[in-house]
Structures are given as C-alpha cells and as structure tokens.
C-alpha cells in the first residue's frame, strides 16, 4: 500500500449537526438527547439521571431553547400516582427530534458509504 | 399559522464537515477552498488571492496539513515563463477534495430537502 493510500484509510469523516432559528443556534445532540430521555421515560429526573446529568442542568438546556423560541418543548404534569408527576415533549419538541434524527441518520449513511469506498 | 408552525418555518438545518486523521483534525472547508483556488489558478499567490487570503496564510493552512500526514498537497515547481512558478495539487490533495466535495454535495442536498418539507 502506498504511503497515499494508507494516509487515505486512515481518514474518517466527521460532522457536526444543529438547527438554527432566525440565525440563532437553537438546537445540537445535547438537546436532542435529553428529550429523546426525557420522552423514553416521562419524567426530567429519570431522562437526565439516564444521561448522567443532573436534572438542573437537563431542564437548563431546555429552559434556554425554549426562551429563544418563544414556545415550550416539555410540558410537566403532577401526577396523582405515588412520587407523581411527569414531563410529555410537546408537538413542537416533537418535530426538532425528528427533524434532528432524520438529518443524522442520513449523514451518518453518507460519511459511512465515503469511509467505505475512498476514492 | 400557529406559533409551532411558524417556528418551525424559521428554523435551517446548519452542519459542519471535517477530516480526521487519526482522530485529529485535519481537513475543513478552508483547506478545501485554498486547494480548489490553487488547483484552478495553478499558482498559491493567485489562490490565495482569489479567496481575500494572504500567500502566507494559505500556505500555512496547507503546510500544517502536509506535516500532520507526512505528505504533501501542493507541490510547487520554477517555471520558465515571465513571473515563473507554479503549484500543482498533488494527488494525495485531490483525494481530499473529492471527499470533501462529495460528503458536502449530499450533506447539502439533505438539508435542503429536510428545510422543504419540514414535519
């Protein structure tokens, strides 16, 4: 293998993902994987505790996104079972998740189709 | 239009690519602009040039490259011609290109696709 060659092999493709609005970062995989935990388990506490986070940063995060937009991606909820309460991603949370999950899986398919076949 | 409709509106799907070697960082966009300038110029002055860059930048860019993997992108030769001189991107360097042009191209179309039909 020639010395081009191998230096070839050796590269991987990196990438780095986020929303914008109106020009402003609003949203990376920090977000996104807190409310994907947060949806998994219902509550704030466990999705951050999944995540190894404390709650008050996990709700900090989402605090901040929220301010920027104007608008609520988890709505809390007190529950009427023991240790009750709760947390639901709303329609709009909803939609940044799968927006972000969508976009990744297919650069994550593009910069593993080029790791594969260099040319 | 409701408010969630009208955020989501608002909102662009922005990313960022690079090379790793190694799991070093060694390739971005800048590298990938000073190659493509010297490749169509044919010199690293008009390159760099062309991009509002100093020949001591853009040089430095790619000589930073070339020592991270002990190889090099741009060979330059004396030529015979009134100013003389030149630089050729190496093949190692258009290897680079590629994948960098490619993952870009559909990163791109992607995000542009995703920024239409946004759900």
């Known amino acids: 293998m020639s010395n081009e ?3 070839s092999h050796a590269l991987t493709v990196k990438w780095k ?3 914008e609005h ?11 994987e807190i409310l994907k935990a947060v949806d998994e388990t219902g ?6 505790m999944r995540l ?4 008050r940063y996990a709700w900090g995060v989402i605090r901040e ?9 988890i709505e809390t909820h007190k529950g009427g079972t023991v240790g009750g309460g709760g947390a639901r991603v709303t329609e709009l949370g ?20 080029t790791s ?3 040319s």
């Open 5 to 7: 060659e191998s230096i």
């Open 116 to 118: 594969e076949k260099r």
């Open 94 to 113: 909803h939609r940044l998740m799968r927006i972000f999950a969508r976009v990744s899986e297919q650069f994550e398919r593009v910069a593993g189709e």
């Open 65 to 73: 996104i929220e301010k920027k937009l104007g608008a609520r991606l």
């Open 17 to 19: 993902l986020w929303l």
């Open 22 to 32: 109106d020009g402003n970062y609003v949203f990376g995989r920090g977000a996104y």
């Open 43 to 48: 509550t704030i506490t466990e999705g951050a």
């Open 52 to 55: 190894g986070m404390s709650y």
